[in-house]
């Protein structure tokens, strides 16, 4: 069951100190990720006016989609071609780590193999769900989350909660800003950069983040999503998941990467209790 202690242990851990492998590939991982930015106090913007942005602008967005019937001819196309529900959930963290419920269109299937676990990624992924993801169609129900309150327009990208678990407290101040359907990380590289460079995108962010500077963004994600650039990390259908990544560079032990992710399923196994655990902290 989720409690203070698993909280305070695995979200704010930032005292492991183990030596990072040297790959001749790739640069050293910093791992405990540390950085100095993020820390600005919020300003005016941050605590009134992005709300009402968010929510004028993707209800406005929303509304036209659904008045032009672009959504429901979309949504009618992903269940046929997905053979049932056309709409992917999955729980995320979100503002200040409290996990919410995330929406997109449905691109992969849910094909399993004979002992009922599913297939791989490159298996599922159709041919339609491939250009949903490239046209970020798939994104659009992720305008629901932005109505709710859940999201902002922009704001450093929603990652797993999986991921979560193997944040330093560096690299847990992107949580203290809502998540965005788009943000600096998605406009300077999305899925083919480096975690490191991922967090420190984010927590320029928060340090930059303002009406004209979030807009500079918006019409900059709309140049990419037309380019259709950096969608999966090269050679992988979508992007490694940050404790894959840690591994996979020797920045932590297998011990250390199976323990994260028991723990990242103890807290899905009872997300109210943990969010109850987390507003509880406070």
């Avoid at 929303?62 to 053979?83: D, E, G, R, S, Y």
């Avoid at 967090?199 to 900059?220: R, T």
């Avoid at 840690?246 to 723990?263: F, V």
Wanted: with cysteine; proline share 4%; aromatic share 10%.
């Amino acid at each position: 069951m989720a409690n203070e202690e698993l909280l305070n242990e695995n979200i704010c851990d930032n005292t492991l100190n183990i030596e990072t492998a040297d790959k001749k590939e790739e640069s050293a991982v910093n791992y405990p990720y540390k950085n100095e930015k993020g820390k600005k106090l919020p300003n005016i913007f941050k605590r009134f006016f992005k709300r009402a942005f968010d929510l004028v602008s993707s209800l406005s967005l929303f509304l036209l989609l659904n008045v032009t019937l672009i959504f429901p001819i979309i949504m009618i196309m992903v269940a046929i071609k997905m053979k049932g529900n056309p709409f992917f959930e999955q729980a995320r963290p979100g503002l200040n780590g409290k996990i919410i419920k995330i929406y997109k269109f449905r691109s992969m299937t849910n094909e399993r193999d004979a002992e009922g676990n599913l297939l791989p990624d490159d298996v599922r992924l159709t041919k339609f769900g491939k250009m949903l993801r490239n046209t970020s169609l798939d994104e659009l129900p992720g305008l629901i989350n932005i109505i709710l309150g859940q999201v902002s327009v922009v704001g450093p990208r929603p990652h797993l909660v999986s991921d979560m678990m193997f944040y330093s407290e560096d690299a847990y101040r992107r949580q203290l800003v809502k998540p965005g359907l788009t943000g600096l990380a998605q406009i300077s590289g999305r899925n083919n950069i480096t975690w490191e460079e991922k967090f420190n995108y984010d927590l320029e962010y928060i340090d930059k983040m303002g009406f004209f500077y979030d807009l500079g963004l918006i019409f900059k994600t709309i140049g990419k999503v037309l380019k259709k650039e950096d969608i999966a990390t090269e050679g992988m259908v979508t992007h490694e998941v940050y404790g894959d990544y840690l591994l996979r560079l020797g920045a932590i032990d297998k011990e250390t990467y199976d323990d994260k992710n028991r723990q990242a399923k103890i807290i899905l196994a009872d997300i109210k209790e943990y969010n109850q655990t987390l507003k509880n902290a406070k």
